[in-house]
């Protein structure tokens, strides 16, 4: 189709789509007006059953830990269709000259920017394994907790030093944090059918509501999320960032 | 039932290892430990139909989260034979196409399998669950797998064009697939299938219903690739590696129509059950344009693979009015027709993988006369080609008589016309590449406009061989066999008939989800009709006559008027015309699809 046509054509059906998807939305309880049973359930279960004061992380990874398991596959499939999409072909290398991989555009930052970016790894790891562990406790967790704790080498990738960022998170290691994260998580859902009969069914010691030790199954899922997490966006990001910096030619 | 879960498990877990581990292992065991998952999948999932199918299906409560005063909490497995024959037909299938890849790729490591398995899991997560937002879930999972699949063979530029159109095609739908979702779980507060059901209960639709039930409908179809949101597909098939190609034409696209069904007569059979005409009418009008569509598509290709792609696109018309008809007996027709078009389908695919390994083109003309040096691939070529177009009494046959049957219950004498053409066009299609294989017909074709596409496919392998290893054969050949013999065991398709009785069923469904209360009314089985033999052998001699019309009609043309020849060629040119595999295209005509569907229900349904 032309410009126009599509154009037009976008025009006439975008507009009955919105027409029909404010009809539809009409039909929406006004805004706080809550019905529902489920959330006053989940509200009452928390505490009393699973010993977590969390419910988000309560419904991820207990009540609906199996929608979690599909989710955190849907990051860890997403990560290997990268790696399958950028690999090396024949005729491709990798850069060997070090010092221009380091001259990207951060090389040549300031100072301080430098000290800046070095100085956070650290905070970023403590908060980030912070966040994974007291996601049954506040609101945060493996997900969240993740991203926070891939989000670490990037410092020393902003400071302009991006092999030191591979040298800090080694591509293997990274890549072992994703499968194994996923596999772990795999195995504590069929864990809970060899030990408690039911898959995905939480039989680790409660604890005490609001300690460390405490949700049964919430912190474990936690955590092997965050592997899986970590690994598997540092897997993505230092391969879009190997096609940029690195991998020079072709075929042909 | 303790092994509920495990077809979604264990794939998944065996993925991660062969992930962690996919720079030592060496090719053999990559292969053994992917191909012995699907073999265990299979296991287990007909162990599953096998306790369900004797009119016990049950729902596993995850995490044990059972519902409470009959509210769901957690997420249910809701498994009965429809759900857990179609997971079984999936693994059969993707074990069929692992088994294939053994000799199919020189260069692949563990991420092919483990992105497989992960496929796998996925396909048989979406069949058993009983959960709409897991649903969703596991069709993004599909989705996040399918779009690396296609484009595998990222040296050429048509994989990864067609991996774009794939995935940006299936997000919208899938923005519209959450979209619905979220409606319905404003208005009920949930999101089992069978708890939002019986929260709807039989209150007359209103808008927000309509919209949602649209929004749903048509993010599924998306996936099923019914038209005007089809485009993708052709794309897609086309590009991806034969064995892949295999599970998006034999599986993943039937997953979509399946989820139309469940989600009809789990949530919306009660609140639409006033208005089941006017749903059947336009469920039937996009079905019945997809199917002439897929048809006319499908015998105008010469790249062997698009050609195909059509002839899926064709079959899903089929499988829309099918289920469109909104009848136990339709149902259960696509059920035995997916069975049987699936089978047939994939072994095609795989036939054209056979060529393309050895001939490195899939384009007809190009390969005219090379079938000689592969005699059996031509013959297996053919067999599948006599079976798409339903003839009698392969399990084709007995799908379509059950579809014509439904038809004519329901009110449209003519639907089975609409089967016949789309049998004729997509057989007669393979048909006449069989010919052409074998060196009949004219080599050189009457306007070169499509060569360049189908081969640049070239550069999946390096050279020409003199060799096809027996296994790449040998895989068709039992699949072709299957697709035959299935409809004939005894007890297979009356089975299948009280298994959709069963599946439509709402109040059932309801009460043996949320209570444990099995009971259904009873289902019927039918008989095969003198006039379905007439209209599938018509069909078969149809094809037969297309494929004759295709190798040797060129100089008919010259006899016949112009006037009349004029206007066929300028309508299959403009049909061509449009795709374009242009994104942008695509996405506008998703939305005019969207906007049909949503506007029809909005003002007929009401």
Redesign the interface.
């Known amino acids: 189709m032309s410009r126009r046509a599509r154009l037009a054509l976008f025009a006439l059906a975008g507009g009955g789509l919105a027409a029909v998807l404010v009809i539809g939305f009409t039909g929406l309880p006004d805004f706080g007006a809550y019905h529902g049973v489920y959330g006053r359930i989940i509200d009452g279960i928390g505490v009393t059953l699973r010993h977590g004061t969390d419910l988000i992380t309560l419904l991820n990874f207990d009540v609906r830990a199996f929608d979690t398991l599909g989710e955190e596959f849907i990051l860890f499939a997403s990560v290997l269709g990268i790696v399958l999409i950028l690999r090396q072909l024949r005729g491709e290398r990798q850069e060997p000259h070090k010092e221009e991989a380091e001259e990207h555009s951060f090389a040549r930052a300031s100072a301080a920017l430098r000290t800046l970016a070095l100085g956070l790894v650290p905070a970023i790891v403590a908060i980030g394994v912070y966040i994974v562990v007291h996601g049954q406790i506040t609101p945060g967790g493996g997900f969240q907790g993740g991203v926070i704790l891939a989000a670490a080498p990037l410092g020393a990738f902003l400071a302009g030093r991006y092999l030191s960022m591979k040298a800090i998170a080694p591509h293997l290691l990274i890549e072992w944090g994703d499968a194994i994260g996923a596999a772990g998580y795999a195995l504590l859902g069929l864990s809970g059918l060899v030990f408690a009969g039911i898959f995905l069914r939480n039989y680790i010691p409660l604890g005490t509501p609001g300690h460390l030790l405490s949700g049964g199954q919430l912190d474990v899922a936690s955590v092997f999320v965050g592997l899986e997490v970590s690994g598997a966006f540092l897997v993505a990001w230092t391969q879009f960032l190997d096609q940029a910096m690195l991998v020079r030619g072709g075929q042909q | 039932m ?1 092994i ?2 495990l077809p ?2 264990i794939p ?2 065996a ?3 062969l ?2 581990f996919r ?1 030592w292992a060496p090719r053999v065991l990559n292969d053994a430990v992917a191909t012995g998952v699907g073999a265990a999948v299979v296991v287990l999932c007909a162990l599953l139909l096998a306790h369900t199918a004797h009119g016990r299906p049950f729902a ?6 059972r519902p ?1 005063h009959s ?1 769901a ?3 249910s497995l809701s498994i009965d034979p429809i759900g857990a024959g179609l997971a079984t037909y999936m693994a059969v299938l993707v074990t069929a196409a692992l088994i294939y890849s053994w000799r199919y790729f020189d260069a692949v490591d563990g ?2 399998h ?2 497989m398995l ?1 496929f796998l ?2 396909m048989a ?1 979406f069949s058993l669950t009983g ?1 709409l ?2 649903l969703a ?2 069709f ?2 599909m989705g ?2 399918a ?2 699949l296609t ?2 063979k ?2 050429e530029k048509g994989p ?1 064009q067609g ?1 774009i159109n794939f995935a940006i095609s299936n997000s919208v739908g899938a923005y519209a697939i959450f ?1 619905g979702i979220a ?1 319905l779980y ?5 999101l089992n299938m069978a708890q939002i059901g019986a929260t709807l209960g039989h209150h007359h639709a ?7 039930m ?2 749903l409908f048509i993010g599924f179809l998306t996936k099923a690739a019914a038209v005007p949101v089809h485009f993708w597909l052709a794309d897609a098939h086309a590009v991806a590696p034969a064995p892949v190609s295999v599970l998006f034409s034999g599986v993943m696209v039937e997953l979509g129509i399946y989820a139309v069904a469940r989600l009809y007569w789990t949530i919306f059979a009660g609140p639409l059950g006033p208005h089941v005409e006017e749903l059947r009418a336009i469920l039937i009008a996009f079905g019945t344009l997809t199917a002439l569509w897929g048809a006319v598509m499908c015998f105008s290709q010469r790249h062997l693979k698009r050609l195909l792609a059509f002839s899926t696109i064709s079959h899903v018309g089929m499988f829309v009015c099918g289920i469109g008809l909104l009848s136990a007996k339709g149902l259960a027709g696509v059920a035995v027709y997916v069975i049987g078009h699936g089978f047939t389908k994939a072994a095609l695919f795989m036939l054209s993988g056979v060529l393309l390994h050895r001939f490195r083109t899939i384009d007809e003309f190009d390969l005219h006369g090379k079938g000689r040096e592969l005699p059996w691939a031509v013959v297996l070529f053919a067999v599948g080609g006599l079976l798409l177009s339903a003839i009698p009494v392969a399990t084709l046959f007995f799908g379509k008589s059950l579809l014509d049957g439904a038809a004519l219950d329901g009110g449209y004498p003519w639907l089975p016309a609409i089967f016949v053409i789309s049998s004729m066009f997509t057989g007669g299609a393979v048909l006449r590449v069989s010919g052409r294989l074998l060196g009949w017909g004219p080599s050189q074709p009457a306007d070169e406009r499509q060569a360049a596409a189908a081969r640049e496919e070239e550069a999946e392998e390096e050279a020409p061989r003199e060799y096809t290893p027996p296994l790449m054969l040998l895989v068709p050949a039992v699949l072709l066999l299957g697709a035959i013999v299935i409809g004939l065991i005894p007890g297979a398709v009356p089975g299948i008939e009280i298994a959709a009785g069963h599946f439509h069923d709402h109040t059932a469904y309801i009460n043996w989800v949320l209570h444990g209360h099995v009971h259904f009314a009873p289902a019927s089985t039918s008989h095969v009709e003198g006039f379905d033999y007439a209209y599938a052998g018509g069909a078969t001699l149809g094809a037969i006559a297309l494929a004759a019309l295709g190798l040797f009609g060129r100089p008919l043309k010259r006899h016949l008027p112009h006037l009349l020849l004029q206007p066929v060629v300028v309508a299959v040119g403009g049909l061509r015309e ?1 795709h ?1 595999g ?1 994104i ?2 695509y ?3 998703w ?2 699809g ?3 569907l ?2 029809a229900s ?1 003002i007929f349904l009401r």
């Open positions: 303790h509920a879960a979604v498990f998944l877990l993925a991660a290892m992930v962690a720079h596993y409560w995850m995490g044990g989260w409470s509210v909490i957690g997420i991420l092919y483990a992105l992960v899991a996925a997560g959960d937002f897991n879930v596991f993004e999972l996040a797998v779009y690396a484009a595998y990222i040296e990864i991996g979209t409606l404003a208005r009920t507060g949930a209103d808008p927000l219903v309509l919209v949602a649209s929004l449009l374009s242009h942008g295209d996405i506008a005509w939305t005019a969207a906007a049909a949503g506007g909005l």
